[in-house]
């Protein structure tokens, strides 16, 4: 058995070439990037309020990234941009200023790379996130109530409350707000907005 | 024969005949000779062993070569502008240039559209039912332009009937993601799409809609824009179905090319 040292050597260079391949160069190859300032004169990608960075903690708690991606494929690579996800690709430099990064790999839902920018109304998130098939009857999304908080209405009702139809409205003389963490997850998914070009990946 | 022999008593020559040898060795020799154990060592390797590693190795490093992008990071290009050429930005850039047509507002409305708008509408025009309004003969689309103007630039919210049918959806504003050219251009598309026909919709027009509501940040209603009677000014830019619009660089040679290539019999009823 003295080929052991030989062994264990011939598996600890397995081990280190793929991290060379998979951790070390594409560190030395992107873990400067910079925002930099567009041809719109605008620093991309802008960074995100406070608010939106704890809605993203409510994204990341409620798992919507195993059902949602967040990366537009380049057109040799996918339908992605045929589908209207985006005006071009996703580069790297896209996600620099989030940790983590939500890239997801399963598309049961559609990508959220520029949801900000296709619904842009928080109305809307509300009511689809308190009741998908309100929006879309044939919607497999899962309806995440517990976000939201129905109480009996004081006098006014609230400014906030959904509006919902029938068939999801809570009773008479009730209605339906969200919470904190509802309004961070939407404040998040308007945030969701990668349309600003940048040198690497120019809006043609 | 009492005389003993000398092999009698040895136990390792029992049960063999006179003149037989023990040594495996030497009962093995006739074997080994003719068929050798195989041992380790630089045997030749098979010539299309050869052959098939080189090709494998020489289309790696082909396809290493093409389409290394240059080993730069912001470069995602995946096709070679030219071998071992600069295929990053400054390659890309030069080319970008050097292929920088004109487009007309048609073109660039199709390529507005199917960037921003296919998601819900669909590349059909004909949107989800339900969901989203069709823009095929809709009023909304074909009729008045200066509604549909605003509605593309702050957006629109809340119930709208389209075709007979009743919507309630949430239109996103593009005022701050579409500039002038490509709101004109995507309003002139989906105005001449599908079968639509309607009038052209130029940039100046958005440009003077924009200002003429710069105060404006929020979106429409149905009733709001119901209450809107008049259309846009017209264009001052001369509206041919034909004329190419500068995307990025204007050019001076279109204009005088076309004038030079008018026959004199095209233009002698103009006179």
């Known amino acids: 058995m003295n080929s052991l040292p030989r062994i264990f050597l011939g598996i600890f260079l397995t081990f280190v070439f793929a991290w060379g391949g998979l951790v070390a160069m594409p560190y030395l190859q992107l873990g400067g990037?910079?925002?930099?300032?567009?041809?719109?004169?605008?620093?991309?990608?802008?960074?995100?309020s406070g608010l939106a960075e704890y809605g993203a903690k409510i994204y990341a708690a409620e798992g919507c990234v195993y059902c949602h991606s967040q990366?537009?494929?380049?057109?040799?690579?996918?339908?992605?941009?045929?589908?209207?996800?985006?005006?071009?690709?996703?580069?790297?430099?896209?996600?620099?200023?989030?940790?983590?990064?939500f890239l997801g790999t399963m598309r049961t839902g559609p990508d959220l790379t520029n949801i900000g920018l296709r619904q842009q109304s928080a109305a809307w998130h509300h009511k689809h996130l308190y009741a998908p098939r309100a929006e879309a009857d044939w919607s497999t999304m899962p309806a995440y109530r517990y976000l939201y908080r129905k109480q009996k209405?004081?006098?006014?009702?609230?400014?906030?409350?959904?509006?919902?139809?029938?068939?999801?409205?809570?009773?008479?003389?009730?209605?339906?707000?969200?919470?904190?963490?509802?309004k961070a997850l939407v404040a998040y998914l308007l945030s969701l907005n990668r349309s600003y070009p940048l040198t690497e990946a120019p809006i043609d | 024969m009492s005389e003993s022999h000398p092999d009698d008593h040895n136990p390792e020559l029992e049960g063999l005949d006179y003149g037989e040898s023990g040594d495996i060795r030497s009962i093995h020799q006739a074997v080994l000779r003719e068929k050798a154990d195989p041992e380790d060592g630089l045997e030749p390797l098979s010539l299309w062993l050869i052959c098939f590693f080189g090709l494998i190795l020489a289309f790696g490093g082909m396809y290493l070569g093409m389409f290394n992008g240059g080993f730069r990071a912001d470069v995602y290009d995946p096709f070679p502008v030219g071998f071992g050429g600069p295929a990053g930005r400054d390659g890309a850039a030069a080319a970008a240039a050097g292929e920088k047509k004109e487009l007309t507002l048609m073109e660039i409305g199709e390529k507005t559209y199917k960037q921003n708008c296919v998601a819900c509408h669909q590349a059909t025009g004909m949107g989800a039912a339900g969901l989203y309004?069709?823009?095929?003969?809709?009023?909304?689309?074909?009729?008045?332009n200066k509604r549909l103007g605003l509605i593309l630039l702050h957006g629109l919210e809340g119930k709208i009937?389209?075709?007979?049918?009743?919507?309630?959806?949430?239109m996103p504003a593009w005022a701050k993601n579409l500039n002038d050219e490509r709101i004109a251009g995507v309003l002139?598309?989906?105005r001449n799409s599908w079968g639509n026909a309607a009038s052209e919709v130029q940039p100046d027009q958005i440009a003077w809609l924009r200002a003429e509501y710069s105060s404006r940040t929020a979106a429409w209603s149905e009733g709001e824009l119901l209450a809107i009677?008049?259309?846009?000014?017209?264009?001052?830019?001369?509206?041919?179905?034909?004329?190419?619009?500068?995307?990025?660089?204007?050019?001076?040679?279109?204009v005088p090319a076309d004038a030079t290539t008018e026959t004199p019999e095209a233009a002698a009823p103009a006179n």
């Open chain 2, 133 to 144: 309004p069709p823009l095929v003969g809709a009023d909304w689309v074909v009729g008045n």
């Open chain 2, 161 to 170: 009937t389209v075709n007979g049918v009743d919507y309630n959806g949430a």
């Open chain 2, 188 to 190: 002139t598309y989906i």
């Open chain 1, 153 to 182: 209405i004081q006098g006014q009702r609230s400014e906030d409350a959904l509006d919902l139809p029938d068939k999801y409205a809570p009773p008479e003389g009730y209605e339906i707000v969200p919470s904190a963490e509802a």
């Open chain 2, 229 to 254: 009677e008049s259309a846009l000014p017209p264009s001052e830019v001369a509206a041919t179905t034909e004329a190419p619009v500068a995307v990025e660089t204007a050019s001076q040679e279109t």
């Open chain 1, 71 to 101: 990366q537009v494929r380049p057109e040799y690579a996918g339908s992605d941009l045929e589908r209207g996800w985006g005006a071009r690709r996703t580069v790297p430099r896209d996600y620099i200023k989030e940790r983590p990064t």
């Open chain 1, 33 to 48: 990037l910079q925002p930099e300032v567009n041809e719109d004169g605008e620093i991309a990608p802008p960074g995100q």
